[in-house]
């Protein structure tokens, strides 16, 4: 599966942003897709992953109650909605896509820079 980010960019603190993730492929449907970000100097961190068919979300800490995972399938399309955020979520966002709950995410897409400014 080949994955396409877009919808960062630059946004004051409080504001929001949605990021979205399309994708290839015809079994979209049965990929965990899944939310991760690199800040300047720091190593990727988890943000937020979903299930294949949407009724199962999982949200790191430090976003959990300001952002919202949720996927089209009939789209082939994740998105992320970030409210609320914060100049510590300025970072780059990638979307990547696994084939179960407990495999290893192996499909990446390029990322999508969002700059929270205070």
């Known amino acids: 599966v080949q994955l396409q980010a877009s919808g960062g960019g630059l946004v004051q603190a409080g504001g929001s942003l949605r990021l979205s993730c399309a994708a290839s492929g015809r079994t979209f449907s049965s990929y965990f897709m899944g939310w991760f970000r690199r800040a300047p100097g720091k190593e990727r961190e988890f943000v937020a992953r979903?299930?294949?068919?949407?009724?199962?979300?999982y949200y790191a800490d430090s976003v959990n109650g300001r952002f919202t995972l949720s996927r089209d399938n009939a789209k082939n399309t994740v998105y992320l909605q970030m409210d609320s955020l914060k100049p510590e979520d300025t970072a780059v966002y990638y979307c990547a896509a696994k084939e179960g709950r407990y495999k290893p995410y192996n499909y990446w897409g390029q990322g999508t820079l969002v700059t929270v400014s205070s």
């Open positions: 979903i299930s294949g068919v949407g009724d199962d979300t």
